[in-house]
Each structure stands twice: as structure tokens, then as C-alpha cells.
Nanobody
Framework: QVQLVESGGGLVQPGGSLRLSCAAS????????MGWYRQAPGKERELVAT???????NYADSVKGRFTISRDNAKNTIYLQMNSLLSEDTAVYYC???????????????WGQGTQVTVSS
């Protein structure tokens, strides 16, 4: 019912920048919060940043001041601008959206397939 398509991952040197995008499509009536999570090898998935439909944002302490999340409600799309990347930012980054779709009476969480970000020299 809802597809989240991520793009923008890749290989970057320490100190470099990347911009991730996530576009939601499908039988969408409304989207509440959207966000980015990441999972490094051998670790649990963790929150990176979230943004509400009213543009309130929340960041993990480890990315504050380096990452910026933004949202285009007209396009059902969020972005993650990642600057000053560190090797510990290496992970698969997943998009998440809390969505109300046709045929349902409540918001449900959906996940993208993930995009790999590798920070290495």
C-alpha cells in the first residue's frame, strides 16, 4: 500500500558529505512523522533523525550539528543532509514513515529497503 524509496547512499571519505532522499508513494491519506534510522553491522537499528508534518525535528546526539533532516510535504519526501561524516556513520540507512492509508482507520509504520552509506578513506 505504501512504498518508501530511498536514494543517495554511497562511499564517501571521512569529512565528506552525502544527501539521502526518501519518497513515499501509494494510497496515502496523510503522513505523520517521517525519519531516518540506521543499522551498522552487529548493532541494533537506531534512530538518526525524525521530522513531523509540522517540521518539528529530533536528532540522535551523535549526529547533532552534522546532519539535517528536512521534509517536502507536497512531495511526501524527506531528506537527510549529512556533513562531516565519520567512519562510525557507516551503516545501512532506513527511511520510516507513519502513514494513514485508504482502507485503514489508524496510522501505521512503513520502512524503506535501506541504502548503504560507507565512510572510508
Amino acid at each position: 500500500q505504501v512504498q518508501l524509496v530511498e536514494s543517495g547512499g554511497g562511499l564517501v571519505q571521512p569529512g565528506g558529505s552525502l544527501r539521502l532522499s526518501c519518497a513515499a508513494s501509494g494510497s496515502i491519506l496523510d503522513i505523520n512523522a517521517m525519519g531516518w534510522y540506521r543499522q551498522a553491522p552487529g548493532k541494533e537499528r537506531e534512530l538518526v533523525a525524525t521530522v513531523t508534518s509540522g517540521d518539528s525535528t529530533n536528532y540522535a546526539d551523535s549526529v547533532k550539528g552534522r546532519f539535517t533532516i528536512s521534509r517536502d510535504n507536497a512531495k511526501n519526501t524527506i531528506y537527510l543532509q549529512m556533513n562531516s561524516l565519520l567512519s562510525e556513520d557507516t551503516a545501512v540507512y532506513y527511511c520510516n514513515a507513519n502513514v494513514w492509508t485508504t482502507g485503514t482507520t489508524r496510522y501505521l509504520d512503513y520502512w524503506g529497503q535501506g541504502t548503504q552509506v560507507t565512510v572510508s578513506s
